[in-house]
């Protein structure tokens, strides 16, 4: 039996990876590979290009395990991210160029920053708790966003709202979330 | 499309945003443009890794799925495979590690693919006829990319440069390989300038989804003795379209 958590042997070897540790590498995919295929299978909706996407996120974990800074996020939400954000790219290359002029062009002062963050489990029940505060609609549109992928088009047609009120609806969404997440 | 008045719900908060940005709700050009704004700026990489980290809790949410096994090689090819490359400028185009790593590295092609097929006009009255398509990417950071087409109606190979620059007294030699086969060269092509390689009976045979087509820089005319000699400069994968 090990005597680390499963985070911290996930930590170490990324760390192994950044030192092009190659047995490391396979052992990560070894414990990783089915979560992150996971990710790249819901997102993508298709199975031939999940598996080409999750040889994709390896290469790149391989490639970028040194961009990994342990204590920031947790081993495998960082390795979710990297699979994440990998099937999103695909997808926004492949949805038409929109013609959004609305988003806001100038970030102003952010405000307060966030708490540090804390533990996992925690985290978990707090962000149950939170969606639960919205309505089921507006959670669901969330956690849509989030696990699937989809875009703001995808969502108005799902909920079959306009597509302006889908912004709203998520914008507004976002902020009582940050307020009830933040309290 | 909308006004600004109808969207204020909001979108002047900049957490909000940063959020959407987590979220990848933004337009293309928006999230790179926020991406960077976040990457420049402590506070909205603060709030980017608040919104990553309480997202993460979510992520039971995907379950797991056992990644078929013999994905693993081609992802260890391809991962290690750049590797061999710029060790030994001189000999990788023999290396077996780096056939290995073509095979593999041509997945890596299937994104450009799906943008190329919405400009590519389709046959649906002849659903039958085999079309292939290859993104031939950038090797060693040559700068070079080609786009190939294969169609076997027509019984070509459509090639055009996507990326880089001519190279004074040298060539470009474009080459299929099937598996273990020694490569056989296309020959020499052009850059900025479509070129249609008519294809022989027996090559059009050879070709398939899977095989993979190469650039080698050659002495001009291309390599004298019908084996490559010059260093990859560009290679991807053929798949159907």
């Given amino acids: ?183 | 499309m909308s006004t600004s008045d109808d969207i204020k719900g909001g979108h002047e908060d900049p957490n909000a945003l940063v959020a959407e940005y987590v979220l990848g709700l933004l337009p293309t050009h928006e999230h790179e443009r926020v991406g960077r704004l976040i990457e420049n700026d402590p506070a909205l990489r603060a709030e980017r890794d608040f919104w990553t980290s309480r997202f993460a809790a979510l992520n039971v949410e995907y379950a797991e799925t056992p990644v078929p096994a013999h994905l693993y090689a081609a992802i260890e090819a391809r991962a290690f495979g750049d590797r061999i490359g710029s060790k030994s400028k001189v000999s990788f185009w023999d290396s077996l590690a780096l056939w290995r790593g073509l095979a593999a590295g041509a997945l890596a092609v299937a994104v450009a693919a799906v943008g190329f097929n919405l400009v590519q006009p389709r046959f649906d009255a002849d659903q039958m006829a085999v079309q292939l398509v290859a993104a031939l990417q950038a090797q060693e950071g040559s700068g070079v990319e080609f786009l190939a087409v294969y169609d076997q109606a027509q019984g070509q190979v459509r090639i055009t440069s996507l990326k880089g620059e001519a190279i004074p007294d040298r060539d470009f030699e474009l080459w299929y390989i099937n598996g273990d086969q020694p490569a056989v060269s296309m020959g020499v092509i052009p850059v900025h300038q479509r070129l249609e390689i008519p294809l022989d009976a027996a090559t059009q045979a050879n070709i398939g989804p899977g095989t993979v087509l190469a650039v080698t820089l050659e002495q001009t005319g291309g390599s004298p003795t019908g084996v490559a000699q010059g260093p990859i400069v560009a290679v991807g994968s053929a798949i159907p379209i």
């Fill in chain 1, 1 to 183: 039996m090990s005597s680390t958590t499963p985070a911290q042997d996930i930590a170490d070897l990324i760390a192994r990876c950044a030192l092009r540790d190659r047995s490391a590498f396979r052992t990560l995919y070894e414990r990783t590979s089915a979560k992150l295929f996971g990710v790249t299978l819901r997102i993508l909706k298709d199975r031939s290009e999940a598996e080409e996407a999750i040889q994709e996120v390896y290469v790149k974990i391989w490639q970028r395990a040194d961009r990994y800074v342990a204590g920031d996020t947790s081993p495998i939400s960082w390795l979710v991210a990297v699979a994440r954000n990998h099937s999103l790219d695909i997808l926004r290359a492949r949805r038409p160029v929109s013609e959004d002029i609305d988003v806001a062009l100038e970030i102003p002062d952010s405000g307060p920053s966030p708490e540090r963050a804390t533990q996992d489990s925690q985290e978990k029940r707090q962000i149950e708790h939170c969606l639960e505060r919205l309505e089921p609609d507006r959670a669901g549109a969330v956690r849509g966003a989030y696990l699937d992928g989809y875009s703001y088009e995808e969502l108005a047609t799902r909920y079959a709202v306009p597509l302006n009120t889908m912004r709203t609806w998520l914008r507004r969404s976002l902020i009582k979330l940050r307020e009830c997440l933040t309290a």
